[in-house]
Nanobody, 123 residues
Framework: QVQLVESGGGLVQAGGSLRLSCAAS????????MGWFRQAPGKERGFVAG????????CYADSVKGRFTISRDNAKNTVYLQMNSLKPDDTAVYYC????????????????WGQGTQVTVSS
């Protein structure tokens, strides 16, 4: 079992930055691939970024490449999402997710989810 708690969301102006954190409890964090997803009103939940168990591989949605960076600290059981050059289209609830397997972008393949944190980018 892995419990996930996101933090760091908020209101920011376009062009600004936020760093999201996801604290995990449970013994299997270091064996879990981690992902960030987001869901805007009226839209499906979509992949934002993911990192492999050892941090050897990161992947990003095209819409955030070059602006967002995912990282993890296995000693702290925490995964981060640094978001720079934010745009109004980035407004959504951001979710952290974990899966005990290889990195993938499909939300249905993740086993554990946090409660989400709201990110709002004003123009």
């Amino acid at each position: 079992q892995v419990q996930l708690v996101e933090s760091g969301g908020g209101l920011v102006q376009a062009g600004g930055s936020l760093r999201l954190s996801c604290a995990a409890s449970g013994r299997t964090f270091s064996n879990s691939a981690m992902g960030w997803f987001r869901q805007a009103p009226g839209k499906e939940r979509g992949f934002v970024a993911g990192v492999s168990r050892s941090s050897g591989t990161q992947c990003y949605a095209d819409s955030v490449k070059g602006r967002f960076t995912i990282s993890r600290d296995n000693a702290k059981n925490t995964v981060y999402l640094q978001m720079n050059s934010l745009k109004p289209d980035d407004t959504a609830v951001y979710y952290c997710a974990a899966r005990q397997g290889s990195l993938t972008s499909g939300p249905d393949l993740y086993d554990y989810w946090g409660q989400g944190t709201q990110v709002t980018v004003s123009s």
